[in-house]
């Protein structure tokens, strides 16, 4: 029987029309919904369902914590759920907040769930507060989870569909590890910050990660059930620290929360028919509670020399006189130069031979050239010989590397790349950690730098048993604690109109740069498996992980990173085929990627590739403005078998095919109100070219494309 129905009429955050929100109680349970979401508090259990349109759902789920005195506590182990409601208004809009208190007079511990549900968006924002009942006690735990499907509380998560997936994300774009997406039958892991359960096909399902990401590394526990598309295990929680080379890279325990009541973090759960939706929504949300920075203008271009030689310097092959000719060359390439002054990044050099002096007379030469100086450093990590701890200064201090170094689980230094030659974590809460940073950034402003490239910033999250300030209690508090003072410096000693690019690093925090690269060290090769390269770094793997993540764009950074292009061969690799080049630049392009390239111009042929592909005006006034498409076709499994397609819509709408099959063709099928489009006229034009490679009739619904093996297609669909 129902007892009360109250409904609120409320105003639209996202630009949709106002929509209600109704509560309803009843004997057993109670109901808090919009048009979009239904949350479902069973009172008598305490467990609470979501139920989205198009039919996803989760059953039955509860919040825990693993008290480090008590052991677990969940939800289904309490008696009594009272409830209470709040009304909400914030920066996401008004809505209605339902608190669920769990407790008995059993148990020390109380769980206050809190689920926020707002008037017009597909999703909720909950979290969990675990409290000492009788307001003395301490509290102390390393893993908590706001929402968890558990099988002893018989829950569920299910999508609606024939191809159902688990998208995996890894905590860092670190050894050429990717996104992931996991298949029924016997699918299990940990996926990292977010992740999805979706329908291949429909692209319907549901989307849930952390928005919060100042204090915990938040992991996503999935095993799939018996049934195709349903989970009975699915546990999101803060304190994810494990050794994987997928995972958080920890040699230490995740850091304790402690006090008379711990939180979870706060997690988004979105549901819907379209999950490309869902997740530009959850990156709005971040930068919304996070904030994000912009950049005025337009995006800058540049050069970088690791794709000639790794360590500048050190195998001779670029040295000083040949960055010279590398400024000469591109100041002949006016569309490259037409929007943008391009940057001369120099990436990890040997400072032997790289002196700040010498940096500094590059620039001079570069600004004659009108171009710019980048500069390249790591905050949060030292590259020495292992031996030499002792006897290796941390610049601009007297302190050594002990000194600063984090510890591993039995407190010895942690090698974060290890090796006789390795790199080792710097403590962002120590004070050598900043006054390194100082010495760094005033060697950049020294040069002129206006593009920073920092790398091995995972260094600065992992956890560690000791650090300079106990106050910092995990390892991504200290570092957001680093990267919020990072940011500090920069601004107040270079100014604010430095463009930071992030290398090696966590996806969250994202606040603190304006891209961050998708995947490091791209080498442009087709597929990881190609003979005469590595097993890593390709354009292939690269798209398969950015397809899943072009989202990013435009919400947390204004831009993404692809790496660079290379016009013929990156370091000692083979060369590189005009087909390869082509389809790494409409990568870049899909991904909304700033332009960069490492090329060695003083090769002829390398010099002549980069006047036809870096100079193409189209080219270049994409990537003044680089947008990311909306993925039509998603990388699927673990295959270097793929098929993939974008559209970017606009006046002039993009469409780009990718096919990385080695020897079956591409042919894709597309209905013009899939990409946005209404019936009519239209021509299609090459993108590079310009040529007409096809007509669209106005009585035409779908057209189609071919791509042929180990190449891709970019065409501009023009109305006549």
């Known amino acids: 029987m129902m007892r009360r129905l109250m409904l609120i009429l409320l105003p639209s955050l996202w630009g949709i029309a106002s929509q209600a929100q109704a509560f309803h109680e009843y004997n057993d349970s109670v109901v808090l919904s919009n048009d979009q979401v239904s949350i479902v508090l069973h009172t008598a259990s305490g467990t609470v369902d979501y139920h989205f349109t198009g039919g996803s759902f989760l059953y039955n789920t509860v919040a825990y914590v693993q008290d480090i005195n008590t052991g677990m506590l969940s939800t289904a182990n309490l008696e009594q759920h009272p409830y209470s409601t709040d009304a909400v208004e914030d920066s996401l809009g008004k809505g209605i907040r339902i608190n669920i208190k769990h407790m008995d007079d059993k148990h020390a511990l109380y769980l206050l769930q809190r689920i926020t549900l707002y008037a017009d968006g597909p999703y909720v924002l909950t979290d969990m507060v675990a409290g000492s009942a009788a307001g003395q006690a301490t509290v102390e735990t390393r893993h908590i989870s706001p929402i968890a499907i558990l099988p002893s509380a018989k829950g569920r998560l299910a999508v609606i569909g024939n191809e159902p997936r688990i998208l995996d ?52 526990i999935y095993k799939t059930a018996a049934i195709k598309g349903q989970l009975d295990s699915f546990v999101v929680y803060g304190g994810a620290a494990t050794p994987d080379k997928d995972g958080t890279h920890d040699h230490a325990l995740h850091g304790t929360m402690k006090g008379s009541f711990v939180q979870s973090p706060l997690v988004y759960i979105g549901g819907g028919p379209d999950i490309r939706l869902l997740f530009t929504l959850y990156g709005r949300i971040n930068a ?69 002096e010498l940096l500094t007379s590059l620039g001079k030469y570069a600004k004659k050239n009108g171009q710019q100086m980048g500069f390249y450093f790591i905050p949060f990590a030292i590259w020495t010989w292992k031996n030499t701890m002792d006897q290796t200064p941390v610049a601009g201090t007297s302190y050594t590397l002990r000194d600063v170094v984090l510890k591993d689980q039995d407190g010895k230094p942690i090698a974060y790349k290890d090796g006789d030659w390795g790199a080792f974590p710097l403590d962002p809460t120590h004070p050598a950690t900043r006054q390194s940073i100082i010495a760094q950034l005033q060697k950049a ?70 891209t961050r690269f998708i995947s490091t060290d791209v080498y442009s090769h087709l597929r990881d498996d190609e003979k005469g390269f590595p097993g890593w770094g390709s354009t ?122 080695t020897q079956q063709t591409y042919s894709g099928s597309f209905r013009l109100q899939d990409l946005g489009l209404k019936k009519g006229k239209y021509i299609v034009k090459d993108f590079l070219t310009d040529a007409t490679v096809g007509n669209i009739e106005k009585d035409q619904d779908t057209f189609t494309f071919s791509v042929g093996p180990k190449d891709a297609l970019m065409v501009r669909i023009i109305p006549e």
């Open 169 to 220: 994300e890894p905590f860092d774009n670190d050894e050429w590890v990717g996104v992931k997406e996991r298949h029924w039958p016997d699918a299990r892991g940990i996926s990292y910050d977010f992740s999805s359960v979706y329908d291949n096909t429909t692209l319907a399902g549901i989307v849930l990660g952390a928005v919060s990401h100042d204090f915990w590394k938040t992991g996503i």
């Open 288 to 356: 919304k509670l996070n904030g994000s920075l912009n950049w005025k203008g337009y995006a800058p271009v540049y050069w970088n020399s690791f794709g000639v030689e790794g360590v500048l310097g050190y195998e001779k092959v670029m040295m000083p006189p040949g960055v010279g000719k590398i400024s000469d060359y591109l100041h002949t390439l006016d569309n490259f130069s037409r929007w943008s002054h391009p940057v001369l990044s120099i990436d990890s050099y040997d400072q032997s031979i790289y002196t700040t």
């Open 445 to 514: 402003r020294t040069i002129g730098a206006s593009f920073l490239k920092i790398d091995f910033l995972t260094a600065g999250a992992l956890e560690s048993t000791t650090r300079w300030d106990p106050s910092v209690r995990t390892g991504l508090q200290a570092y957001n604690y680093g990267m919020k003072m990072l940011k500090h410096l920069i601004d107040s000693i270079l100014g604010p109109d430095i463009f930071i690019t992030q290398a090696i690093s966590p996806m969250f925090p994202h606040q603190y740069a304006h």
């Open 540 to 661: 292939g793997s690269s798209l398969a992980t950015g397809s899943h993540l072009g989202w990013v764009q435009g919400t947390l950074w204004p831009y993404t990173n692809l790496d660079v292009c290379i016009m013929q061969h990156f370091q000692k690799n083979p060369d590189l085929n005009e087909q390869e080049i082509k389809v790494r630049l409409y990568a870049m392009m899909v991904m909304g990627s700033i332009l960069g390239d490492g090329s060695d111009f003083r090769q002829p042929l390398a010099a002549e590739r980069g006047r036809k592909f870096l100079d193409n005006a189209r080219l270049c006034a994409f990537f003044s403005r680089p947008q990311a498409f909306t993925p039509l076709k998603f990388s699927d499994g673990d295959s270097y078998d793929q098929q993939m397609a974008f559209y970017l819509k606009g006046d002039t709408t993009l469409l780009g095919l990718f096919n990385f099959y």
